[in-house]
């Protein structure tokens, strides 16, 4: 029986490792998104008549 116990937390941590990397991998696009959020503004900004590429 103690085989099994064992077993069974080498599960729950391979679940938890599992989670824990779905989590930061999460994290990692929004923040992939936020700073192509913020690129895009900064193009926009640059594309208008008047923008800081025109001086």
Request: proline content about 5%.
């Amino acid at each position: 029986m103690p085989e099994k116990t064992e077993r069974d937390v080498n599960d729950d941590s391979l679940e938890e490792e599992l989670e824990r990397e779905r989590r930061e991998h999460a994290l990692i696009d929004e923040e992939k998104l936020g700073v192509d959020e913020l690129e895009e503004e900064h193009l926009k900004r640059e594309r208008q008549p008047g923008g800081p590429a025109e001086r």
